[in-house]
């Protein structure tokens, strides 16, 4: 791929979330997600499949030229997504405004949200 297309531009992590509501509404009382790893394999790889769609055919960060992708599994078993993006040269981030569109951070309210803050 870096041969062919250049170094990527973009690393981006998709991580599974086990309480998504699209998993916990096929759950029955009282199955966990632990307890049906196939649901959350079966919708990690639908939003996963849906995030790629966003990137690549619509264009999320641009006109994608290349990307590969590999899912991995953690140790509590949820799966996660590492996928590297090589973007058209029109697409390309540059500036620091141009990083600034696709990357942010938050800190939470230290008020509203007071066990984050707890030592």
Excluded at 91 to 116: G, M
Aim: aromatic residues 10%; negative net charge.
């Amino acid at each position: 791929m870096v041969r062919k297309f250049g170094q990527p531009d973009l690393f981006v992590t998709f991580t599974c979330n086990p309480t998504w509501v699209d998993i916990l509404n096929v759950l029955e009382d009282p199955q966990c997600p632990e307890d049906r790893p196939d649901i959350v394999v079966c919708v990690f790889k639908m939003k996963l499949t849906e995030l790629l769609d966003d990137i690549i055919k619509r264009n999320l960060f641009g006109r994608v030229i290349s990307y590969i992708y590999v899912i991995e599994f953690q140790k509590r078993g949820l799966p996660h997504a590492h996928i590297l993006l090589t973007l058209d040269t029109y697409s390309k981030i540059r500036t620091k405004d141009d990083t600034d569109k696709y990357v942010s951070a938050e800190l939470p309210d230290p008020l509203q949200t007071q066990h984050f803050f707890k030592s």
